[in-house]
């Protein structure tokens, strides 16, 4: 399959482990230099562990076995002195969540200078000419002066991306690199990225999502509890699957998700009269009305810091509008309106078991405990989660949980701020579909925020985009007919 | 858990003053909170010294005029001349306005009990307290930061272990408690060092081992933790994986991002140095102005404890303004706050 | 795989070796100090210059000292004080600390501006500063030393609840709760009392080792409790002219106030797992 000469990197039969489990593995690849390999898996597949073992920086408590070669040299037989020396000069990473993982005391130039002065060895000022070249053709002219917290994801991701790749080493591991950006940053990472096979070297990326990989191309490899499910050219795997877990993985793409029609009802819930919404001082929304209707799903859109999250919260009533009124239909009572959250465990008191949240709640409205194990069901809970606390609980079941609480006191309202963005693809198809359901058989509305287009496309009635303030105002394109056109927030001073 | 009360507190954790969410203070805005609490250091010391002249207990006049000349001595005349130069039989706001205002102008009297200027009685004793500290504060480092540095390289290691014992052991030891056990065992015992007093640089030596071994068994886990926190730091991870060396990585990022907790664990601290200063020097004789404090209160020499007190009040206040310089001088963040980046 | 992202749970003492070994010393000690003088049976202020300086014997379990009092029942007696004081501005401290504290972060604006000016102008002296003045207002006595311990120890437990409480209720569970018609005294109880607990806990530990120690330097260096009281300060400084003749006297009240602090240390576990 690869011509031996040509061959950058290869792994085979690598295992993991942790005394005798097998957390990883066995996993072979191949990436030639021009070559690409995107490792793709759920949260907790194993992934970071395959960089780590090829590094060589497991934890002290795992162990990895297995032939890994670079440029034809067995690397897993080498001590740990004579691997750390190939960093940077064979071997690059670039590190998930790059914030953390520049220094947070040290002004961006230097980090980048120090790789040029130390790693390729170059005098001071040929260091320095070879920075500033490198942050110049990063678009990152302006940034050399900050630290690391005064930048932005994006920028620090080319900081980091300018730090690992000085020496030139012809290798480049990403792990996870559009974990913590908007989905608007992915294009710009993956083209930052292809920069490197076309420069002659290899890539191999790991990623949980789909669009990703979709966009890079190469090879890809798919991991599922740590094991190998498929392998393949990206585009082969991607359009046509071979295994169930790749089809079911692809499935839960949003752009698959099956529509529902809403069961739209005349009376309206929540009226919300030419809002206005300021956050220390800054203009966020400027003239927003809204009128929602029982049963209809509504998703707001936009880049983050568009003031979403705070539109929701001004809806909800826990923040008061600069200006402008929200009525709520007569028969809501002080708890119609819920609210889901993005962090499902920071929703429940942290050291109480789940029970003992449900039937405080169930109390204090008068529920009767068997209705609420009633609800606990439908929505799929096992009754035995409950006797765990919110920590040791996934995620997922977590935010099922936390829909049969907000169901509890009969809501006529259901807000929900990002309440899948922590989830795996397949949870987070599920749990959309369980709210769009009972969106429609318990005639509640929805007003669900998300960065994620293509989650509100699939999902919502009706969606409203929020602009950055700078940029001028514009309905969302008309491609979709479900948007509205007349919602947008404005641009203001 | 806790800033510093009394001699030792628990462990580690919030800084003194909330000094890290003050990150985006300028060094105008440090200087004027280090002022008021100055301010408010002499208001306290002021009002409790006043309260203190206040409960003397019988005729404040005839006891100062017995301590100052003897009971032999002292008749109702001398008395009367007390309670004229102290102005003892004025109402008491007017007392109280008349102390503050003196002490406004840095006017702290006499010594009830020696008639000297309180002022004058400092001045000799401040050289000695500071040299007391300084031998504590260098003391401590020598101790700690050789024992937390190669317990945080290896957690969980022999030396780690060892260090949290020998730890919790002097922890529980309080520092008159361990400055009888060093004395017993030195200066008796063994007859290496002087007991106590002040004629020569040997007898520095078991007051600073006494309170740095005291402020060493916290300040060896602070920087341990420190030492730990950055290794085990995702850009510490980077800088190697980048390429850096173990040497360049340790020079370039470790030491400096370790240095910070450890610097302001030092601020932290001061409250137990300044506590420990008055209670070594009494236990060792030290002629320095905790002694001289301790001493006061037992005369009741209230013009000294208010001049003593006050001193080391104020001192207090200063250690902490150069503690915030300092973290001020490690920490570029705090220089840059106030400044927006560019948060394309 | 489970949970995704469990929140940082703060530190559950757990009971390990040296917690057991606190708690127990703890309940020796006390017990020794309720019981003990019964069984000794010795009044610790009975002068004997006859039987000065005994090594010990059936009579004096422990010897005695230089004006041939008991050692023991010396000893049972400082015990008592001690740990009487600890707790009693133990308590004194935590309950106004923590409900101030929980006061503050729970409203915020001016009553939190004021409560914590209020404990900055503590702060603003090293504690012992703020204790040697209050005992020299009235010297010897028991009550100023106590003022001056709860005085300085309840900023402590007060920083602390506020500083926790004020994530704590900013958290979505706290706002969830409020939109699910939960009240602010569930909110307390289920959200705030368990997070906060363990730390109020550690602190009140160490804060009653403060206490002890602070009362033993008082007397040690005379300003604080005063003789004939059988204090362990006190004890030390009049023993200390003596460890010629015999060493072991003065070497009982500084052990028994070493075990003390490190049976309270040792009885959160912190001091074990850093």
């Known amino acids: 399959?690869?011509?031996?000469?040509?061959?950058?990197?290869?792994?085979?039969?690598?295992?993991?482990?942790?005394?005798?489990?097998?957390?990883?593995?066995?996993?072979?690849?191949?990436?030639?230099?021009?070559?690409?390999?995107?490792?793709?898996?759920?949260?907790?597949?194993?992934?970071?562990?395959?960089?780590?073992?090829?590094?060589?920086?497991?934890?002290?408590?795992?162990?990895?076995?297995?032939?890994?070669?670079?440029?034809?040299?067995?690397?897993?037989?080498?001590?740990?002195?004579?691997?750390?020396?190939?960093?940077?000069?064979?071997?690059?990473?670039?590190?998930?969540?790059?914030?953390?993982?520049?220094?947070?005391?040290?002004?961006?130039?230097?980090?980048?200078?120090?790789?040029?002065?130390?790693?390729?060895?170059?005098?001071?000022?040929?260091?320095?000419?070879?920075?500033?070249?490198?942050?110049?053709?990063?678009?990152?002219?302006?940034?050399?002066?900050?630290?690391?917290?005064?930048?932005?994801?994006?920028?620090?991701?080319?900081?980091?991306?300018?730090?690992?790749?000085?020496?030139?080493?012809?290798?480049?591991?990403?792990?996870?690199?559009?974990?913590?950006?908007?989905?608007?940053?992915?294009?710009?990472?993956?083209?930052?990225?292809?920069?490197?096979?076309?420069?002659?070297?290899?890539?191999?990326?790991?990623?949980?999502?789909?669009?990703?990989?979709?966009?890079?191309?190469?090879?890809?490899?798919?991991?599922?509890?740590?094991?190998?499910?498929?392998?393949?050219?990206?585009?082969?795997?991607?359009?046509?699957?071979?295994?169930?877990?790749?089809?079911?993985?692809?499935?839960?793409?949003?752009?698959?998700?099956?529509?529902?029609?809403?069961?739209?009802?005349?009376?309206?819930?929540?009226?919300?009269?030419?809002?206005?919404?300021?956050?220390?001082?800054?203009?966020?929304?400027?003239?927003?009305?809204?009128?929602?209707?029982?049963?209809?799903?509504?998703?707001?859109t936009g880049p983050s810091g568009v003031g979403k999250t705070t539109l929701l919260d001004t809806l909800a009533g826990l923040l008061m509008p600069a200006r402008g009124t929200i009525r709520r239909a007569a028969r809501l009572a002080p708890t119609g309106m819920q609210k889901l959250y993005q962090d499902p465990p920071a929703a429940f008191p942290a050291r109480v078991r789940l029970s003992c949240s449900l039937r405080d709640v169930a109390r204090i409205h008068g529920v009767a405990w068997a209705l609420v194990t009633d609800i606990l069901s439908r929505l799929g809970v096992h009754p035995s989660l409950l006797d765990r606390r919110p920590g040791e609980v996934s995620g997922g079941e977590l935010q099922r949980i936390s829909i049969a609480r907000a169901l509890t006191v009969r809501p006529g309202i259901l807000l929900a701020d990002e309440p899948t963005s922590r989830l795996d693809p397949i949870t987070q198809r599920d749990t959309m579909n369980l709210l769009a359901n009972i969106a429609n058989e318990e005639r509640i509305a929805m007003v669900l925020v998300t960065h994620d287009n293509a989650i509100a496309e699939a999902w919502a009635n009706r969606r409203i985009?929020?602009?950055?303030?700078?940029?001028?105002?514009?309905?969302?394109?008309?491609?979709?007919?479900?948007?509205?056109?007349?919602?947008?927030?404005?641009?203001?001073? | 858990m806790s800033s510093s009360i009394l001699w030792r507190g628990p462990t580690v954790s919030v800084p003194f003053h909330g000094r890290t969410d003050e990150h985006s203070r300028t060094v105008i805005a440090a200087l004027a909170a280090r002022g008021l609490q100055a301010v408010l250091v002499a208001l306290i010391v002021g009002i409790f010294s006043f309260v203190m002249m206040q409960a003397l207990p019988g005729d404040a006049a005839y006891r100062i005029a017995a301590g100052r000349y003897g009971y032999d001595m002292m008749d109702a005349a001398s008395a009367e001349t007390v309670r004229a130069e102290l102005g003892l039989d004025q109402h008491w706001t007017a007392q109280?306005?008349?102390?503050?205002?003196?002490?406004?102008?840095?006017?702290?009297?006499?010594?009830?009990?020696?008639?000297?200027?309180?002022?004058?009685?400092?001045?000799?004793?401040?050289?000695?307290?500071?040299?007391?500290?300084?031998?504590?504060?260098?003391?401590?480092?020598?101790?700690?930061?050789?024992?937390?540095?190669?317990?945080?390289?290896?957690?969980?290691?022999?030396?780690?272990?060892?260090?949290?014992?020998?730890?919790?052991?002097?922890?529980?030891?309080?520092?008159?408690?361990?400055?009888?056990?060093?004395?017993?065992?030195?200066?008796?015992?063994?007859?290496?060092?002087?007991?106590?007093?002040?004629?020569?640089?040997?007898?520095l030596v078991l007051p600073s081992i006494t309170l740095g071994l005291g402020l060493a068994a916290v300040s060896s886990r602070v920087v341990r933790d420190a030492v730990t926190d950055a290794m085990a730091a995702e850009w510490q991870l980077f800088s190697r994986t980048k390429g850096l060396s173990t040497r360049l990585t340790m020079f370039r990022h470790v030491l400096r991002n370790a240095a910070l907790p450890v610097v302001a664990y030092v601020g932290v601290q001061l409250a137990y140095l300044i506590e420990g200063v008055v209670i070594v020097e009494t236990v060792f004789a030290w002629p320095g102005i905790g002694h001289a404090l301790v001493h006061a209160i037992f005369s009741r020499d209230i013009t000294m404890v208010q001049g003593t007190a006050l001193t080391l009040g104020l001192l207090y206040v200063a250690l902490n303004l150069c503690i915030d310089l300092a973290c001020r001088g490690i920490d570029p963040r705090t220089r840059a706050a106030g400044r927006t980046g560019p948060r394309s | 795989m489970s949970a995704h992202r469990a929140r940082p749970q703060a530190k559950r003492p757990s009971l390990d070796g040296g917690r057991i070994l606190g708690l127990t010393l703890l309940g020796l000690l006390t017990l020794a100090a309720v019981v003990g003088p019964d069984l000794v049976g010795q009044d610790p202020a009975r002068q004997s210059l006859l039987e000065a300086l005994q090594g010990p014997s059936g009579r004096h379990l422990l010897g005695t000292d230089h004006l041939g009092r008991d050692m023991a029942a010396r000893l049972l007696s400082g015990a008592q004080l001690s740990l009487f004081l600890a707790g009693l501005s133990t308590v004194t401290a935590a309950l106004p600390g923590t409900l101030l504290g929980i006061v503050a972060a729970w409203f915020g604006g001016w009553p939190d501006r004021l409560l914590t000016a209020f404990a900055d102008a503590v702060l603003a002296l090293p504690g012992l500063l703020l204790v040697l003045m209050l005992a020299a207002i009235s010297p010897g006595s028991w009550w100023a030393l106590y003022t001056g311990i709860s005085l300085t120890l309840w900023v402590e437990y007060f920083r602390y609840t506020r500083q926790r409480a004020r994530v704590v209720l900013a958290e979505p569970a706290v706002e969830a709760s409020q939109l699910l018609g939960i009240g602010p005294w569930m909110i307390v109880r289920r959200h705030l009392m368990p997070e906060i607990g363990p730390g109020i806990l550690t602190i009140a530990a160490f804060g009653a080792a403060t206490a002890v120690t602070a009362v033993a330097a008082l007397g040690f260096v005379s300003v604080g409790i005063r003789p004939p009281t059988a204090e362990w300060g006190v004890m030390m400084t009049e023993l200390l002219p003596y460890w010629r003749e015999s060493p072991f006297l003065i070497l009982q009240p500084v052990a028994c106030l070493f075990m003390t602090v490190l049976a309270l240390h040792l009885s959160v576990g912190g001091g074990v797992r850093p």
């Open chain 1, 1 to 300: 399959m690869t011509v031996p000469g040509q061959e950058a990197i290869s792994v085979e039969a690598l295992r993991v482990f942790t005394g005798q489990n097998v957390l990883l593995g066995p996993i072979d690849f191949h990436v030639r230099e021009g070559g690409m390999l995107v490792i793709i898996g759920e949260t907790g597949a194993g992934k970071s562990l395959a960089v780590q073992a090829i590094l060589g920086t497991l934890h002290g408590s795992l162990r990895a076995e297995g032939r890994i070669t670079v440029n034809g040299q067995r690397l897993d037989t080498l001590a740990p002195g004579a691997r750390a020396a190939l960093w940077g000069r064979k071997l690059a990473t670039l590190p998930q969540e790059p914030w953390r993982s520049l220094d947070p005391l040290m002004r961006s130039r230097p980090q980048v200078h120090e790789a040029h002065r130390f790693v390729s060895c170059l005098p001071r000022r040929s260091a320095g000419i070879a920075t500033d070249r490198t942050f110049g053709s990063l678009g990152l002219h302006g940034a050399e002066r900050y630290l690391p917290g005064a930048l932005s994801g994006g920028m620090a991701q080319r900081v980091a991306f300018a730090a690992a790749t000085a020496a030139g080493a012809p290798i480049l591991l990403a792990d996870e690199p559009t974990k913590g950006l908007d989905t608007v940053r992915h294009a710009a990472v993956v083209s930052l990225l292809a920069q490197v096979p076309q420069a002659g070297g290899a890539l191999v990326v790991i990623t949980h999502d789909i669009a990703v990989a979709r966009r890079l191309g190469g090879e890809a490899l798919i991991l599922k509890e740590g094991r190998m499910v498929e392998r393949g050219p990206t585009r082969t795997v991607l359009v046509s699957p071979t295994t169930p877990y790749t089809k079911a993985l692809l499935e839960a793409d949003p752009a698959c998700w099956q529509r529902t029609r809403p069961h739209r009802f005349d009376e309206s819930v929540l009226m919300a009269d030419s809002l206005g919404i300021a956050r220390g001082g800054r203009v966020l929304i400027d003239d927003f009305s809204l009128r929602l209707h029982a049963g209809e799903r509504v998703a707001i």
């Open chain 2, 96 to 203: 109280l306005a008349d102390w503050i205002s003196a002490l406004a102008k840095f006017d702290l009297g006499r010594s009830l009990v020696y008639g000297t200027p309180v002022m004058d009685e400092i001045a000799v004793q401040l050289g000695h307290s500071l040299l007391l500290a300084a031998g504590a504060v260098l003391a401590s480092l020598l101790f700690a930061l050789p024992v937390g540095v190669a317990a945080g390289l290896r957690p969980g290691g022999l030396v780690d272990r060892a260090s949290l014992g020998l730890s919790v052991l002097l922890r529980a030891i309080p520092f008159f408690a361990l400055g009888i056990l060093l004395i017993l065992v030195f200066a008796i015992r063994l007859d290496l060092l002087p007991v106590a007093g002040f004629r020569g640089p040997e007898h």
């Open chain 1, 465 to 493: 985009a929020l602009n950055a303030p700078q940029v001028p105002a514009f309905p969302d394109s008309g491609s979709n007919p479900a948007t509205d056109p007349i919602m947008s927030g404005r641009e203001s001073a």
